[in-house]
């Protein structure tokens, strides 16, 4: 990432953020627009995006909700770095500090939020096979269990404060005993490829000190029809509306 040539200049939510990111390595697609989505915060509250990236979850959130005050906590420099050059380019006040989550900066040590989100490496290196870039690995390839990563999010985490994850379903069974023990009040969305298909990702949501019953809901559909079938995309109204009319789950009723 030391050749300028080598960073991409994107942009999300029809436009309205705009994200470099590296042409190599690990880069940011609906995951972390979605996850933005589901997180109903308001003007003048905190957000704590651990493991933040390029900064995409977090911007994307600060489009839909100005006032925010956005932190994120990020291992690898170089996607901090950019982090902190989209913020700017976006006009956000977004606040990135380097460091690990097993190994919380002093600074975040003395804070809680009123939500933490996060979006963590998705696969089990014991059962696939590694990234040849380092940056994609990172960010891809466990290498910190995901209760801890449940364990800071719920530390920094306000009392009555909510806690959102984005994950492969396939690792539910790995996150849900953690988010059980921690926190209460979960909520769980499923993204649904297709009608018809078998859901591919999640959202699981949890209250710190919350005491309402587990909820299911129908979930997300994410493309029309049964297969793709023409060039472009063929995003559902619903899932248009929350990646480029920067709408949120709850406006639409999900």
């Not at 069974?173 to 921690?182: H, I, K, M, T």
């Not at 493309?223 to 709850?250: C, M, N, R």
């Amino acid at each position: 990432m030391n050749d300028a040539a080598e960073i991409t200049r994107n942009t999300m939510l029809g436009g309205r953020v705009i994200l470099h990111q590296p042409r190599r390595g690990y880069r940011a697609g609906v995951d972390p627009v979605f996850l933005a989505a589901s997180v109903s915060a308001t003007a003048g509250q905190s957000v704590l995006d651990l493991g933040c990236g390029v900064g995409a979850a977090a911007l994307c959130l600060g489009v839909r909700v100005p006032g925010l005050r956005l932190v994120g906590l990020e291992r690898q420099g170089e996607y901090a770095a950019l982090a902190r050059q989209n913020a700017q380019e976006n006009q956000q006040s977004f606040d990135v500090i380097d460091g690990d989550l097993t190994m919380m900066p002093p600074t975040l040590r003395q804070e809680t939020f009123d939500h933490v989100i996060a979006n963590p490496p998705y696969f089990r290196r014991d059962q696939t096979t590694p990234a040849a870039d380092a940056g994609r690995e990172t960010a891809m390839g466990e290498d910190t269990p995901l209760e801890a990563w449940v364990d800071a999010a719920a530390r920094r985490c306000k009392p009555q404060g909510t806690v959102s994850f984005i994950h492969r379903t396939e690792r539910l069974p790995d996150l849900f005993g953690p988010f059980s023990a921690r926190l209460g009040s979960l909520i769980l969305t499923p993204l649904i490829p297709r009608v018809g298909r078998d859901s591919q990702l999640f959202i699981l949501q949890g209250r710190k000190g919350g005491r309402a019953a587990f909820r299911l809901r129908p979930g997300l559909v994410v493309h029309s029809g049964t297969a793709h079938e023409t060039d472009g995309v063929d995003y559902t109204p619903e899932a248009t509306a929350l990646l480029s009319q920067a709408s949120s789950f709850a406006e639409l009723g999900l």
